[in-house]
């Protein structure tokens, strides 16, 4: 059985992409060699038995944020993590929480069937919490730029604010209000998380930048302003 795994593999019939997970090579990717994960990545997961959804830049991107074209597939699942090698699959970037929560999803058709990616509110914030997976806070907000439209976190799931630090969504309120212009959405976030009484603390914008003294501070946000977000990034 191996050996026959082996000899379609090399004749580019069928591809590995996780440790014993093959799919088969399409016509159309067959010059390649390989396949895009969204065509198995629904598959491979039923394979591990695992919960998911596609994430950060490629969330992005299907929902129609195109002005960033991820080189990486994003995709969160839960603990425990993979053991899988990235030369086993260099495409996908894994990443992990405790839960996901399927009211905060969308699904999609896809050529072998559907996939999960997260929806408009739930990638924004995880675009500003793990910003360091997708070059920085920049990037991300020029992301969250083309989804400003689209959210609404009064109407969002309550199981949302479950999902990301409240430094997060602080962040994250930030970047709607000054940055992206968006006083409405930012204004129905601060409204929400008063509701929760979730009762903001100052942290700094950034995590990886240093604190200067004396700090610029944005008073609503509770935000200790170390960066610049530089408009024409935007």
Known sequence: MLNELSRLARKKIITSVHNGFYVKVPVHYAARGEVPPVFYIDQLMHH???????????????????????????????????????????????????????????????????????????????LVQYEQFVGGLPIAATVISELLDKVDYLKAPLCLFKTASLAAFQRLGYIMEEILGGSKQADELYCRLKKLNMNLRWVPLSRRHALSTPCPKHTRWRLLINTDIEADEI
């Open 48 to 126: 591990l038995g695992k919960p998911y959804y596609i994430s950060l830049l490629s969330a992005g991107q299907l929902l129609g944020a195109a002005h960033q074209r991820p080189q990486k597939f994003f995709v969160f699942t839960t603990f425990p993590a993979s053991s899988t090698s990235s030369r086993k699959n260099p495409h996908i970037v894994w990443n992990y929480r405790r839960d996901i929560f399927p009211e905060l999803l969308l699904r999609q058709n896809s050529e072998t069937g559907h996939v999960l990616y997260s929806g408009v509110e739930l990638t924004a914030v995880d």
